[in-house]
């Protein structure tokens, strides 16, 4: 079978090896990362499965890979938890509720006593809601080194702390396939990719205790509370069109621990336990795409929808590699052909 050299341990670059691992390739995944840790994007997301919710703003195909996705994680994990979202709005927002459940599917309106059975702790805090039952959630710093035990055990092998230059990267590669999954640091190959800035909170409450991840309408941030264990919430994210992942900003930790606030006083009580902040890898159109130049192949523009695109995403591009012709028509427009020239 093939050799296969994958660059990048992100959710995409460890999609990617499990889709050709399964295939019985030899892969060999090389990464300036030590495994996935912060240094990744992976590690900063919320690991929200919620391809209903996320129709609001985004491209049918996201919902279409999202559903095939949320197959192999609820295979693959035993974090997955399929316990929905529940989306809710302060008296102020009410009317973007509506517009939410307008733009979106798969939902039921909720009111105050479906909102306290579905999450007691809520009582008497919001009056009406959206719950999209069939979503789900896990624990994404569970997940990927789950990812990577389960490639291991498949013979994957991992180069770390390997950061390969420009020059090397120009370099054909030994191997039959170079698949490059580098997130924003492919900028240099794919001059249309662009980071999105996200800023998040880790915060602790022994008080507050949710089920599932709750979205808080508001007119600024798409924010959302996602619990993890030990009472721990990952709170975020802002999305800023800034590369700048030095730091988070004080009006954006400001935003985000109001939302925390306004969704449960009890929340102002918690501790921070991190704030953090990467910039996500996105095309022009948001929506990740698969592009082949000679030998090298790129997966990247995962966007907001690392966790919930990548899988689906890397399963299409072996199926192209290996010349496996099973990719439905409809994805095909999002798959530039050989691109044997020039820069993309
Ligand atoms: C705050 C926040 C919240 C998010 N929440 C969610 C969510 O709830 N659900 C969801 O689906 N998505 C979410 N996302 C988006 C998701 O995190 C990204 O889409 C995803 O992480 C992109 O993954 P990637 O593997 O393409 O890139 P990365 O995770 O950045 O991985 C890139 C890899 O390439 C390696 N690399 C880079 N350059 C080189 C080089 N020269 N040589 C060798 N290796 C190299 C890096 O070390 C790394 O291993 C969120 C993002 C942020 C910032």
Redesign the pocket.
Known sequence: MPSIEI???????LSCAAFFAERNCDVTV????NG?DE???????????APWCEMESAEPLIGELGLETMKFWEKFTSSYQKKGTLVVATPRDLPDLKRFGRRTENWRQVKEDQITALEPDLAGRFTTGLYYPEEAHFDPRQVLPELVSYLESKGVKFQTN????NQE?NVPSKADHRID?????AQDHLNELRGVK???LLIKSNEVKLSRPVRLLHPRIPLYI?PRDNGLFMV??TMIENENRSGATVRSVLELLSAAYALHPALGEAEIIEI?V????AFPDNLPRILHKGKTTYL?G?????????PAMAKRLVEQVLGENTAPDHFEQFCEPDLSTGNM
């Not at 660059?7 to 670059?13: E, H, N, V």
């Open positions: 660059i990048g341990s992100g959710i995409t670059g090389i990464s300036s990362s996935p240094s990744c994007c992976s590690w900063w997301a919320g690991g929200m499965l390997i950061s390969l230059s990267l999954c580098r997130g924003l640091a996200g800023e998040m996602v975020g994210a953090g990467d910039a996500r890898p990247n995962m966007y907001r929808h690392g966790y919930l695109a990548a």
